[in-house]
């Protein structure tokens, strides 16, 4: 770990070697977790965000959410909505109070409490793809099915890379793992090959509670220590249009009454799954999260909620997803401004339609990723390695989306727009004058090192020398990037026991069947 407090190189940077063991593969930025120093875009004014929240207590209370989870049921009733079958519709001062509770911001620790993360406020972490079933890299050529050792080395990379925060969901399915098994499977792997804070998929309450007991183990934590505070987390989508449904719903459940973090991502394609207007779809997509975040409040208030938007367009041509358009970008911004009316913090991805690793799948999540620094959005969400519309995930992919990452953690170091007399420099432009030149002066040769942004993927020469250096294209680069990352890839410490017992809780739930399946 770097000590982030002490002056550190360019921020390309060489001081990133030292958050690795022996020698480094890429001169990346030192572990930090990035406080976005922008001020948020707001498309709409104080009438515009009344009216997606008048909106969305109108669904509320006159039309309501479906929850089919039998115990929501319950306890919305308990609290006094109004529930009529699996309709549920709720008071908007009630819902009001519920959302009261929740923290602006919370900690997450992970078995390495260097690792910890914090969300909410201004903070803007970044996390890697989740839950693709298939894998593409440049060496197999073609979409294959995911394998337990693809998501492996997803994770390598996940763990590689400092400007990744956290270890999101299965960063591809290894489908060659049976479904009753693979979240121990892959969340050992996730336990070992990593220490930042991972995730539970809210898929049964053996899946949910498995992997608590993992996480619990892997941190050495007592039942006490670990409801103390939030160590993991679980991310849940509605089924859109307005409904919840049994299991995610039972698993956050578990996590909140645990003390674990939840987020309540709708996903709603404007035009398909929600009114074919960009305000439409939000005010949709902030009824249906709010309406499961009032319920989680309820049964512990003060747990760490945070609200996510998943809100794009279809092609209407195709009916096929679009990432990364416009109505994306100002979908994303216009529920930044609704979190922060909310007082939650926000999730949103960074996401492209694109088949394979090339200019579509970069300029996609570009957008994606500024729309979520523009909106003030907190936690990003399938950051790195994500292609077609979530249905791939690709290790080239990953590392160019990393360079974007760096220069977005690059962009909002405050050195940068620092205006004391050294950065002014009237010196140095007295000595240039109108006749030199500033490489040689002393002002230059003191800062040239961590003055600029230095990529570890673009290639910066001209033409002739890329030429002459091999020609060689962006995700070729990246793909070599990936395979010297594996081959030099150390895992993070574990204690022995620790270890041990991990294993043996793998094999007693194996033995005992894991997740039931019909299948």
């Not at 407090?5 to 990035?34: C, D, F, H, V, Y």
């Not at 950051?383 to 962009?411: H, N, T």
């Not at 007399?421 to 030149?437: L, M, Y």
């Not at 002002?443 to 040239?448: K, P, S």
Request: aromatic letters at 8%; hydrophobic letters at 40%.
């Amino acid at each position: 770990m770097a000590d982030t407090s002490k002056p550190r190189r360019r921020g390309g940077g060489r001081a990133g070697a030292a958050n690795r063991r022996g020698s480094a593969t890429i001169e990346q930025m030192p572990w930090r977790l990035p406080v976005n120093t922008d001020h948020p875009t707001e498309p709409l004014d104080t009438d515009g965000v009344q009216a997606i929240h008048n909106g969305a207590m109108r669904i509320l209370e006159d039309i309501g959410i479906e929850f089919l989870n039998e115990e929501a049921l319950a306890l919305f009733k308990q609290a006094g909505c109004t529930v009529d079958g699996t309709n549920v519709r709720m008071g908007r001062d009630w819902v009001m109070e519920m959302l009261g509770h929740a923290p602006a911001q919370f900690d997450i620790t992970p078995r390495n409490p260097d690792k910890k993360i914090t969300i909410g406020g201004k903070h803007i972490l970044f996390g890697n793809v989740s839950s693709p079933p298939n894998y593409f890299d440049l060496e197999i050529g073609k979409k294959v099915s995911g394998s337990r050792a693809q998501c492996a080395n997803l994770l390598r990379l996940t763990q590689y890379f400092n400007c990744i925060h956290f270890a999101g969901g299965y960063p591809v399915e290894p489908v060659d793992v049976h479904a009753s098994v693979r979240h121990l499977d892959v969340v050992y792997d996730k336990m070992t090959l990593t220490d930042k804070v991972a995730h539970a998929y809210s898929l049964g309450k053996e899946r949910v509670e498995d992997v608590m007991e993992m996480v619990k183990i892997a941190g050495s934590l007592s039942e006490e220590e670990f409801v103390s505070k939030p160590h993991m987390y679980t991310n849940i989508n509605s089924t859109s249009p307005l409904k919840h449904d049994v299991p995610m719903i039972d698993g956050c459940l578990r996590c909140v009454r645990r003390g674990q973090a939840v987020v309540v991502t709708p996903f709603t394609l404007a035009g398909a799954m929600a009114p074919v207007t960009m305000t439409g779809a939000v005010t949709l997509s902030i009824a249906e999260a709010i309406s499961a975040i009032a319920l989680f409040q309820y049964v512990r208030p003060g747990a760490a909620c945070v609200i996510g938007t998943f809100t794009s367009n279809v092609d209407m041509k195709s009916g096929a997803p679009a990432f990364g358009t416009p109505e994306y970008m100002r979908a994303t911004q216009i529920t930044g401004q609704m979190a922060r009316f909310y007082g939650l913090p926000m999730r949103a991805s960074g996401v492209c339609a694109a088949n394979v690793p090339d200019g579509q799948a970069m300029w996609e999540t570009s957008n994606s990723l500024w729309s979520a620094v523009q909106s003030g959005t907190n936690v990003v969400y399938h950051a790195a390695g994500w292609l077609e519309g979530g249905l791939v995930a690709s290790p080239e992919k990953f590392v160019m989306d990393c360079e974007v990452i760096q220069m977005i953690q690059r962009y909002m170091e405050p050195q940068i727009v620092a205006t004391t007399p050294d950065d002014i420099a009237i010196d140095a432009i007295k000595e240039v004058g109108p006749n030199g030149h500033f490489f040689g002066i002393e002002h230059t040769q003191e800062r040239y090192e961590e003055a600029f942004y230095q990529p570890f993927v673009s290639d910066w020469r001209n033409f002739e020398a890329w030429e002459a250096a091999g020609g060689i294209w962006t995700a070729e680069r990246a793909h070599r990037t990936f395979k010297d990352i594996i081959a030099q890839f150390e895992e993070p410490p574990m204690d022995d026991a620790v270890k041990e017992e991990l294993t043996a809780f793998v094999d007693r739930r194996k033995a005992e069947g894991g997740a039931p399946t019909d299948f």
